[in-house]
């Protein structure tokens, strides 16, 4: 079982910028792709990025490409989502997830373990 606290969300203006963090818990993090997805209200959850075990590749949705940078630290059980130039646009609550099959997976029901999402607001 995998354990995923997500952190580091908030109120940013719109051009601004924000780092999430997901922390794991267990031993296996290093083994698991591990993905960031986002919900904004009325709409269904969205890929946004995907890290692979060894961060050695990524994939992005079109909507972040060029904005978001997804990295990860196993030694610290850690994936990061770096936001910058945000916009309103990019207002939801994000998720991480993790991936035991370890594919660069972009649909929700890929992913075995979810965190409890955190809330990022871009006011314009």
């Known amino acids: 079982q995998v354990q995923l606290v997500e952190s580091g969300g908030g109120l940013v203006q719109a051009g601004g910028s924000l780092r999430l963090s997901c922390v794991a818990s267990g031993r296996t993090f290093s083994s698991y792709a591990m993905g960031w997805f986002r919900q904004a209200p009325g709409k269904e959850r969205e890929f946004v990025a995907v890290i692979r075990w060894d961060g050695g590749r990524t994939y992005y949705a079109d909507s972040v490409k060029g904005r978001f940078a997804i990295s990860r630290d196993n030694a610290k059980n850690t994936v990061y989502l770096q936001m910058n130039s945000l916009k309103p646009e990019d207002t939801a609550v994000y998720y991480c997830?993790?991936?035991?099959?370890?594919?660069?997976?972009?649909?929700?029901?890929?992913?075995?373990?979810w965190g409890q999402g955190t809330q990022v607001t871009v006011s314009s």
């Open positions: 997830a993790a991936d035991r099959s370890n594919g660069l997976a972009l649909t929700s029901y890929e992913y075995d373990y």
